[in-house]
């Protein structure tokens, strides 16, 4: 069974830093295209950054360009999103996913994207 666990949110002071981590179960996550993806309360989920496994490339929004990195580690098969000079504004439920096998470019389109992780809340607060 394919599974998605994210991990490593909680409360930040405002220009603070988290890693989040999304790690495979059941499956390789190297052949897969991982995005990451937030939803606050009351807003639509949007895409925050993704990462194919064709070439990896890296995408990002653009409110959260210069202060997230995306990464994999194979080795733990596991995706990391690290964020830097958090704001209150990137409060919100952080999730991982993956895009079907095959389909090695990724987007920020979360309509495209199969095998969700439960979720990690980040709280951004002073």
């Known amino acids: 069974q394919l599974q998605l666990v994210e991990s490593g949110g909680g409360l930040v002071q405002p220009g603070g830093s988290l890693r989040l981590s999304c790690a495979a179960s059941?499956?390789?996550?190297?052949?897969?295209?991982i995005g990451w993806f937030r939803q606050a309360p009351g807003k639509e989920r949007e895409g925050v950054s993704c990462v194919s496994s064709s070439d990896g490339s890296t995408y990002y929004a653009d409110s959260v360009k210069g202060r997230f990195t995306i990464s994999r580690d194979n080795a733990k098969n596991t995706v990391y999103l690290q964020m830097n000079s958090l704001k209150p504004e990137d409060t919100a439920v952080y999730y991982c996913?993956?895009?079907?096998?095959?389909?090695?470019?990724?987007?920020?389109?979360?309509?495209?994207?199969?095998?969700w992780g439960q979720g990690t809340q980040v709280t951004v607060s002073s």
């Open positions: 996913a993956a895009r079907p096998y095959g389909f090695t470019q990724c987007v920020l389109d979360s309509r495209t994207y199969h095998n």
């Open positions: 059941g499956f390789t996550l190297d052949y897969y295209a």
